[in-house]
């Protein structure tokens, strides 16, 4: 068996961890693509972000971006 036959076989769904479907890939049905989406939508999954900071390193005070005199 090549490479790419045990990668198919070996999929499941992400949320209910059934065999996926090729027409909802990577889920097994749109109940849970719907669910995986829902989920994006309410922040129950969320990307981490990381605060900017300065050239020097420092993150600047409220206010004090704009106070240049």
Do not use: H
């Not at 889920?27 to 972000?49: E, H, M, Q």
């Amino acid at each position: 068996m090549n490479e790419i036959a045990r990668q198919t076989k070996a999929a499941s769904c992400p949320i209910c961890g059934k065999a996926t479907d090729v027409a909802f890939k990577p889920f097994c049905a749109k109940r849970c693509s719907d669910i995986d989406l829902n989920r994006w939508l309410t922040g129950v999954y969320a990307v981490p972000v990381k605060d900017d900071e300065d050239e020097d390193g420092t993150r600047p005070a409220d206010g004090d971006e704009g106070d240049r005199s």
